[in-house]
């Protein structure tokens, strides 16, 4: 059974750092595109940073956040510096399948077909 879990969400003030977590359970990773989302609330879901062998990311984190990998965890990281209060969101990583390419930014959340349930993060001014 196919599985993705985040963790490592919080609350934090503004200029701090959080790192968040993926495991992925029931296939390994190698090989495949992964991807972080985040979703604030009445906003659209919107893609920010991808791997498959380097990071890309949407403007507004670049030079902020770093995606990564480490396939013997079968894991995915995002390290977030720098918060600001917008940033505030609903965090969510996301995989492909085997033999998928990996586009973007601009990312499209049906390029994707597992994904977690979610990790909260807040930031306060």
């Known amino acids: 059974q196919v599985a993705l879990v985040e963790s490592g969400g919080g609350s934090v003030q503004a200029g701090g750092s959080l790192r968040l977590s993926c495991v992925a359970s029931?296939?390994?990773?190698?090989?495949?595109?992964l991807a972080w989302f985040r979703q604030a609330p009445g906003k659209e879901r919107e893609g920010i940073a991808i791997?498959?062998?380097?990071?890309r990311y949407i403007e507004s984190v670049k030079g902020r956040f770093t995606i990564s990998k480490d396939n013997a965890k079968n894991s995915i990281y995002l390290q977030m510096r720098s918060l600001k209060p917008e940033d505030t969101a609903m965090y969510y990583c996301?995989?492909?399948?085997?033999?998928?390419?990996?586009?973007?930014?601009?990312?499209?959340?049906?390029?994707?077909?597992?994904w977690g349930q979610g990790t909260q993060v807040t930031v306060s001014s």
């Open positions: 996301a995989s492909n399948t085997y033999g998928r390419g990996c586009y973007g930014p601009p990312l499209r959340m049906s390029d994707y077909i597992y």
């Open positions: 029931g296939y390994t990773i190698a090989g495949v595109c």
């Open positions: 791997i498959d062998g380097a990071g």
